[in-house]
């Protein structure tokens, strides 16, 4: 199958003229992308590139309900990061944990939360840690039960289904490694 049979168009809804996607052909964004040697991985590609808006999109709109409406998928996440453990954080700790390559775009985050009152940094001989605030800790707790109230009822909590996200999460983080190479790689290529 050539690459471009191989790709199909997703669609909310189909009009009664066209045809549904074949089970066996992958439903991708870019077409001429599809390797030969794993058209799949094209298809997973789409897959996170809907998944990551709806989850960015999701991040916006849980803390909005949560209270604070002016924050970027960024500055929640490292917000939560922040208040993992209740532990003081590095400016360092936080981009290699969140996986984020431009410390400045957490250093840009964090005197966000810093100026919202939510975080609050400590120096120790040449680094600073931070820590939330207690407005911050109570933010996070407020946006969990929001995430409980309006995320969770989709989820069973049953075993099986438990078992296949954390063999997506564990996917997922071994992808991870392979396009940081590949990125790597593609630096010293041009």
Not at 22 to 38: F, N
Not at 105 to 115: D, F, I, M, P, T
Not at 118 to 126: H, N, P, Q, S
Request: glycine share 6%; aromatic share 6%; hydrophobic share 40%.
């Amino acid at each position: 199958m050539t690459p471009s049979a191989a790709a199909m168009k997703p669609s909310a809804s189909l009009s009664s003229n066209e045809e549904s996607p074949a089970p066996d052909r992958p439903i991708v964004s870019s077409a001429h992308l599809i390797s030969e040697k794993s058209p799949e991985l094209s298809e997973f590609e789409f897959g996170l590139i809907i998944a990551a808006h709806a989850f960015q999109r999701w991040l916006i709109r849980c803390m909005g309900a949560a209270g604070v409406k002016d924050m970027t998928p960024t500055d929640v996440l490292v917000l939560h990061h922040i208040n993992h453990r209740r532990t003081p954080k590095r400016l360092a700790d936080i981009a290699f944990v969140l996986n984020i390559e431009d410390a400045h775009v957490v250093s840009y985050s964090v005197r966000k939360l810093q100026g919202m009152g939510l975080v609050a940094g400590t120096k120790r001989g040449k680094e600073v840690f931070y820590a939330t605030t207690d407005a911050g800790h109570a933010l996070c707790l407020r946006y969990r039960a929001v995430r409980e109230a309006c995320l969770m009822p989709g989820f069973s909590g049953a075993p099986e289904e438990n078992r296949r996200l954390a063999e997506v999460a564990r996917t997922l983080r071994q992808l991870s490694g392979r396009y940081d190479q590949a990125a790597r790689a593609a630096t010293a290529y041009g």
